[in-house]
């Protein structure tokens, strides 16, 4: 009986170590943001429409950059956007930002062509005025 008893405890505290050892590992890890290295004090959202949803609700323009890992040129923009300070202020400040990593079969995300990296800024006043002009039309 005894000898089951210590069993079981050993067992408890292997388990116990375990579990602490991989969460002492997860604790190491970076964490992941959605900055994805565009700017850590910049509140990013993460899909076109929360973006939409918050440049109406605090009337600040969206910007999107639309970028991909692998592309030195989107790297290129990147580091600049990073460290310059006047940038990360205003992204912060004055815009609504989401930054994409992948393509999109959205239009409107790709007026011009889908080439990155590419930046685009939706103003919701002009999407207001564009609404009420094609209502007057039809």
Not at 42 to 56: D, K, P
Not at 67 to 85: I, R
């Amino acid at each position: 009986m005894m000898l089951h008893s210590a069993l079981g405890l050993c067992l408890l505290l292997v388990t116990v170590s375990s579990n602490l050892a991989i969460a002492i590992k997860k604790e190491k890890r970076p964490p992941q943001t959605l900055s994805r290295g565009w700017g850590d004090d910049i509140t990013w959202v993460q899909t076109y429409e929360e973006g939409l949803f918050y440049a109406q609700k605090s009337k600040k323009p969206l910007m999107v950059i639309h970028h991909l890992e692998d592309c030195q040129y989107s790297q290129a923009l990147k580091k600049v956007f990073a460290q310059n300070e006047e940038i990360q202020e205003m992204a912060q400040n004055k815009f609504i930002m989401l930054n994409l990593m992948h393509e999109t079969t959205d239009k409107n995300l790709s007026p011009d062509g889908q080439y990155v990296p590419r930046i685009m800024f939706v103003v919701i006043e002009n999407m207001k005025k564009a609404l009420r002009l094609i209502q007057s039309e039809l």
